[in-house]
């Protein structure tokens, strides 16, 4: 409870301190950055801290964090220059805001925290490697920090999210697994108000007082309530795979042999979803309750050879990562991909305004938003190196958008394009360059992806909690919404202004856009397969072989397949093309004003007239292209793939489909939100229930989920953020023998080596000591290769094996190992001769089964 309300307080003061520089940075949004500046300020503080320790100017201790908080807090500072009495005036006239941003935070930190206590164990999927991470850093003292998993290197990995978690950690005083839990709390927080605020932004824009001359004029009042719809989809809502659950634990759609009894089900095996084709256990119920049931959420696109054997796809959302509880660098990133969307859209709406002149080119945009625009970035490829490609996409197409807006479209927009894209790379791999220094990816370039389509069946169970009111949106816009959406006071300061302005789809624009990209990548695939036949002849013969058949023959038989499978390309298209035909719009008897106010980087917008219409079809252009670019996302895993260890689209799908989540969710929110706010009559009662059923089902599975988690809230050793407790209770002789070591001088420690995903390596995992090897293939996969490992598994075999001393001490020279850990895992992997030790060491630990011996 202590460090729940240590965190609370420190990401509090910490969003208070760096309010001034946020309303600096994000003047085109309605609430100044105020919902992004516990993000903004952990982002910044945490850079600062690992930069100094990364050049040496600064130490991994409390010292150094308190020295970037200080440079934070000077940069604060800075910001409240001339703007005191401006920034006072908007806490003042937003208070219904600041309390709803307030109450949020605490009320998410406080639900997630919760469950995360009745539910806090570390020992499955990817949790073990966090901790280890979480602990090594705590261990070093620099950066880069070591690997607690391979003795003698540092952390190949980006590492960013386990740097934040760490400090926070060291400066609440707590260990290690206590921060795992509250940091995988404190994300699904900040997700929150992230989330929030853009849909806030995006709602309210436009909405702001009125100039003097128009205050007799309708203005609406900001919109606080919508905005809760925004983490309702993102982080909540779920796919529909848990109403199958429900169906399939019913009996529905399944017939029972009266004279056998067997069941069987046309439905259930054609929609061909593993363990939902078996057949069902009576009695039947509501509630779903086969083992790992809500695991089969996330593996939903089932991928098969074309031999038939099954290959497992990854399609994570939110709920299911927290439901999880994994701290992985895809969730570390939520918050921080929204900051990229916030940046983004003040982009959007020109709120970084200026001018940069480089090397002959200029680039409209003023410094302190261009930099920011590059830390975020560059905090994004440190975080989620995935991440950055779609984030870089959206910030320069939201610039590029923004200048069509004030220019026009035209051929200098490809300049514009460039010139931000170029540099912003180049700053924002600059910004975090030691990083890379140390850093190695298991990426090998493209893969064509010929036998591996989606299923339509499939898209919609994972997609179709937000495709329904995505679709719901696209079809009001088609019927003349964007245009109403402006008369009911997003943007105009009167009626008159929109009577005589007409926005159509640029149909003959979106066809040529969304059928030729997708043909693009239809040709890449080929591309790609044929350049495969030149460069790795033999792999695609081999390939081949293994599919019995040879190349005519499979492109023929997967051509085949994907015309079977031509539902979700369908899908997606049927996204694509609308939002693209809305995007570029045709624009008829622009509406025009003569009393609005300039933008400038330190001034508010105030009812911003752009020249492509009202700043209600600005927004809503804003969320067409997150629609956008979240098809795309969703579009190119089913024609190409990143080659890596797997060897097919797992990680890709993973990957794709997480960040088209996000982007997705919100426009499903704002959509939601429009629709609630101007449908009127039957079709308003209509969509609500539609909505309502959607929603309904989307939470089936956090409702469920959780009860089945956490033991409908009833956990084994009661409610604890700290999952040590579980170890004191389990294995006391562990845990006195962990606690030892935590306390002792730093050294590699010798433990028992094995396969990932187990209890392996779980006392590097708790202390942060380096052990000479960890799990071998996430080593594998961090550096893409398994060469740096060498022979230390078989090394350290023989190392707790042999008879001989001699051997054991060059082995243990050879790692420079200080500890050697014997525990009950250690006595039943593998034969241990302790013997050797005891006559040549000490034993600087002892209790019950388990002993440490310390070289000297």
Not at 175 to 188: E, I, K, R, Y
Not at 263 to 283: A, H, N, Q
Not at 526 to 540: A, N, P, S
Request: a neutral charge; one cysteine or more; charged letters at 15%.
């Amino acid at each position: 409870m202590t460090a729940f309300f240590a965190w609370y307080i420190t990401l509090t003061l910490l969003g208070w301190l760096t309010f001034p520089l946020v309303y600096r940075l994000f003047p085109a949004l309605a609430d100044r950055g105020y919902t992004l500046a516990r993000a903004a300020g952990l982002l910044i503080w945490c850079y600062a801290f690992w930069l100094m320790g990364s050049l040496g100017v600064a130490q991994n201790d409390a010292a150094g964090i308190l020295f970037a908080l200080a440079i934070l807090i000077g940069l604060s500072v800075w910001s409240i220059i001339n703007r005191k009495s401006e920034i006072v005036d908007f806490l003042q006239s937003n208070k219904s805001l600041i309390l709803t941003t307030e109450i949020l935070f605490i009320a998410a930190f406080a639900f997630l925290a919760f469950v995360r206590s009745a539910n806090p164990e570390l020992t499955s999927t990817e949790k073990p490697m966090e901790l280890a991470f979480i602990n090594g850093i705590l261990r070093s003292s620099a950066f880069p920090p070591q690997d607690p998993w391979l003795s003698g290197y540092a952390i190949s990995y980006y590492y960013f999210g386990y740097v934040m978690t760490a400090m926070l950690a060291r400066i609440s005083g707590i260990n290690g697994s206590t921060a795992h839990n509250l940091m995988t709390s404190l994300v699904f927080a900040l997700g929150t108000l992230g989330s929030y605020g853009i849909l806030f932004n995006l709602l309210n824009t436009g909405r702001r007082q009125q100039p003097k001359e128009h205050e007799d004029s309708p203005n609406r009042p900001l919109s606080v309530a919508h905005g809760l719809l925004a983490p309702l989809f993102l982080l909540l809502v779920s796919n529909f795979e848990t109403i199958l659950e429900v169906l399939h634990r019913l009996g529905v759609f399944w017939k029972k042999d009266p004279v056998t009894g067997q069941f069987t089900s046309v439905f259930w095996t054609w929609l061909d979803m593993k363990e939902l084709s078996l057949p069902p256990v009576e009695p039947f119920g509501w509630v779903p309750d086969r083992y790992l049931w809500w695991w089969r959420a996330s593996r939903v696109i089932q991928d098969y050879d074309m031999l038939g054997g099954h290959r497992e796809v990854i399609d994570e959302f939110p709920f299911f990562s927290f439901l999880l509880g994994d701290l992985h660098p895809h969730v570390l990133a939520i918050p921080f991909g929204l900051l990229a969307i916030s940046v983004a859209l003040n982009l959007f709406l020109g709120g970084s305004r200026g001018q940069v002149n480089m090397f002959g080119a200029r680039l409209h945009i003023n410094i302190p938003g261009f930099l920011f625009s590059a830390l975020v970035l560059g905090g994004l490829a440190f975080l989620n190196t995935w991440d950055i490609l779609i984030a870089a996409a959206l910030i320069v197409s939201a610039y590029v958008f923004w200048r069509a807006n004030e220019d026009g479209w035209n051929w200098f927009r490809l300049e514009d394009a460039f010139v931000l894209a170029l540099p912003l790379g180049i700053v924002s791999l600059l910004l975090y360059f030691p990083f890379y220094l140390g850093f190695s990816s298991q990426a090998g370039g493209l893969l064509p992806n010929f036998m591996y389509p989606t299923r339509g069946v499939h898209l919609w169970v994972m997609w179709g909690t937000l495709l329904i009111p995505i679709f719901a949106y696209l079809i009001y816009l088609f019927s003349g919404g964007w245009k109403l959406n402006a008369q009911n006071g997003y943007a105009a300061t009167s009626d008159n202004e929109l009577s005589d302005s007409t926005i159509k789809p640029n149909w003959k624009l979106g066809l040529f856009l969304g059928l030729g990209f997708t043909l693009l990548l239809f040709a890449l695939t080929f591309f790609v397969g044929w350049l495969g036949t030149i460069v790795e002849k033999e792999f695609v013969e081999y390939f081949l072989a293994t599919q019995g058949m040879n190349a005519s023959q499979y492109i023929s038989a997967t051509s085949l397949r994907r015309l079977a499978y031509i539902g979700s390309l369908i899908t997606l298209l049927a996204v694509l093309i609308p939002s693209l035909s809305f995007l570029f719009t045709n624009h008829v008897s622009q509406p025009i004003t003569n009393h609005q106010l300039p933008i400038t980087d330190d001034k508010p917008i105030v009812n911003r007239q752009y020249p492509s219409g009202t700043m209600s079809s600005v927004v809503n252009q804003f969320v067409l292209l997150l629609l956008t670019l979240g098809a795309i996302l969703i579009l190119a895993p089913e024609f190409v793939y990143l080659r890596d260890q797997f060897g097919y689209r797992i990680n890709t799908v993973f990957k794709f489909y997480y960040q088209a989540w996000m982007l997705w969710s919100l426009a499903a929110a704002f959509g939601v939100a429009v629709l609630l706010q101007n449908l009127r009559g039957a079709v308003n009662i209509l969509f609500r229930i539609l909505i309502g059923i959607v929603i309904f089902a989307g939470l089936l599975y956090p409702v469920f989920g959780l009860l089945t988690k956490t033991n409908s809230f009833n956990p084994l050793y009661g409610f604890t953020l700290d999952d040590f407790d579980r170890i004191i209770r389990e294995n006391p002789d562990e845990a006195a023998a962990i606690q030892f070591l935590l306390a002792a001088p730093d050294g590699v420690v010798a433990e028992a080596v094995g396969d990932g995903y187990s209890g392996y390596a779980r006392i590097s995992m708790f202390t942060g000591l380096q052990t000479v090897l960890g799990w071998p293939g996430h080593e594998a996969q961090w550096r893409g290769t398994f060469d740096p490992q060498g022979s230390r598994r078989d090394d350290i075999e023989r190392l707790y094996n042999t008879t001989r001393w001699d051997e054991a001490e060059s082995i243990i020279e050879k790692y420079n190992i200080r500890y050697i850990y014997i525990g009950i895992l250690e006595r039943v992997s593998m034969p241990v001769n302790e013997e050797k030790f005891r006559l040549h060491l000490k034993p600087v630990f002892q209790q019950g089964g388990t002993i440490i011996y310390e070289v000297p």
